[in-house]
């Protein structure tokens, strides 16, 4: 029996199960899901999008599922749980559900988590997402959140997802954002699992008119890693920053797949993803940026910078353009390269040991993308957290070998 097969006999066995607890919203799309992903299977490396991450390897297992939602925390937030309004809008409007991870995602979720900020509200204090794998070994859970900003509105969002257990999970998660017109989102996710954690993390985003919304995706710890980003701007002026970085080692595996469409004129694009990979750790990045005909006065422009240390280590980037308008200013470019030894040979001159000084420059090369975080406490935390990470503490990162 295939692993594509083994979740469509799981979802017969739990169809009634999850149609009795969820809302409409949810159980209207959940047979069509299945359909889908019963037609398509787990995609395989033949597929364009998924060539980097074994699928079959990712999903393998007799997982247990678990119906389980985010923990959140945070004072005066415009937080719910399956607000029926909310997802009878929105609810698989942002995200490509032909996707097979989404439309397996889309099956088997059972509550979504819904972020609602009004017209003209601004929520001063960041609301805080903490995401903690919990449970017996062997568990999957699927995982749903719904973020609507309406005109105007304003909102910062930290996701942090963690692991109390040396356990194996699977877990997928989509997060779908609507940014009204002239809405500001700040949108932060940060990852500190284990070698045994598996997570595929899918966000859609739809941008309206003189729309902001800025998206960090920090990855410090984790097994198997697969983060899809796709932004569309849907209304003229907008603007999109996409950031992440990236530390990977031992046989750590993370996948960054991000697409930017400008559907409109006079929009606004920003993207730095940084990855750094050792001993047999592989690092990968797709970036597309898609200019659609007539959308004149485009500005876009893409980096992908890397650090291979180990010889074992791997980093695949492909960063690419597809544009059908003349009036556009677009770029891209990637680089993949091994710490500088002229700056590490500076620095033990100066009686700096080399251990530290490893630690120093990739700090430096990381710190470039905490640095255009706007929220200073978020900023020097990640700060510290990082030079943890490269310190080694077990706590943090189950003994960190990038700067041994």
Known sequence: M???QTYLDLYARYRDQLMSVAPDAMNACRDEAIRTFGHKGLPTLKVEEYKYTDTERAFGGDYHLSVATAKVTASDAPVVVNNDELLTRYYGSCVDMSDPIVALNTAFASECLCIHVGRNQHVERPLEITDVLRAQADTMEHKRILIVLDECASLTILMH?????????????VVEVVAGDGAHLDLYEIEETHSLCTRFNTVAVNVGRNATVRHNGITLWGGITRNTITVSLKGEMSEVTLNGCVMADKHQHVDTNTVIRHEVPRCTSHELYKYVVDEQATGA????????PGAQQTQSDEVNQNICIGSESHMYTQPMLEIYADDVKCSHGSTV?????????YMRQRGIPRPKARQLLIQAFIGQVVDYIPLQPLRERLHIMVERRLGGDLDT????????
């Open 2 to 4: 295939n692993t594509s």
């Open 285 to 292: 990045f797709a970036g597309k940026v898609y200019v659609a």
């Open 161 to 173: 997802y963690t692991a109390a257990d040396q356990q194996h999970f699977l877990t997928t998660q």
């Open 337 to 345: 390269g091994k710490l500088d030894e002229t700056a590490l040979f």
């Open 397 to 404: 990162c189950a003994g960190c070998t990038l700067c041994k």
